[in-house]
C-alpha cells in the first residue's frame, strides 16, 4: 500500500509563487512516475506536471515555464513549484504515483491540497 499526503497549498494573490510537497510512503518510490493533477470547480481533473522514475518532466502546456516539478527520493517527497500563479490556476491540487501520466494509469492518489490564487 502506498499513501500520498500533500501540503503547502493556501491563498496567494496573483503572480506570487507556493511550493506544494507530496509525501510518500509504503512501497519502494524510486519506481514510480509521480505526478500532480489538478481540479477546478466544476471541471474535470486534469494533468499539471510528472516526473519518471529517471527524474525527466512533463508539464502541462498551461504551466510549461512556470511550474518544475522534482523529487527527493531520499526523502520519498516530490515538490511542485508553482511561480507567476493566476487565477486560472485555482484548484484542488493532487499527488499520484503510478505507471504514466494519464489519469487512467495512477494507481495512487493523495486527498488533495487547495490552492486558492486571487486576482
Known amino acids: 500500500q502506498v499513501q500520498l499526503v500533500e501540503s503547502g497549498g493556501g491563498l496567494v494573490q496573483t503572480g506570487g509563487s507556493l511550493r506544494l510537497s507530496c509525501a510518500r510512503s509504503?512501497?519502494?518510490?524510486?519506481?514510480?512516475?509521480m505526478g500532480w493533477f489538478r481540479q477546478a470547480p466544476g471541471k474535470e481533473r486534469e494533468f499539471v506536471a510528472a516526473?519518471?522514475?529517471?527524474?525527466?518532466?512533463y508539464y502541462a502546456d498551461s504551466v510549461k515555464g512556470r511550474f518544475t516539478m522534482s523529487r527527493d527520493n531520499a526523502k520519498n517527497t516530490v515538490y511542485l513549484q508553482m511561480n507567476a500563479l493566476k487565477p486560472e490556476d485555482t484548484a484542488v491540487y493532487y499527488c499520484?504515483?503510478?505507471?504514466?501520466?494519464?489519469?487512467?494509469?495512477?494507481?495512487?492518489w493523495g486527498k488533495g491540497t487547495l490552492v486558492t490564487v486571487s486576482s
Open positions: 499520484a504515483a503510478g505507471r504514466g501520466f494519464s489519469d487512467s494509469a495512477m494507481d495512487y
Open positions: 516526473i519518471t522514475w529517471s527524474g525527466d518532466t
Open positions: 509504503g512501497r519502494t518510490f524510486t519506481s514510480y512516475t
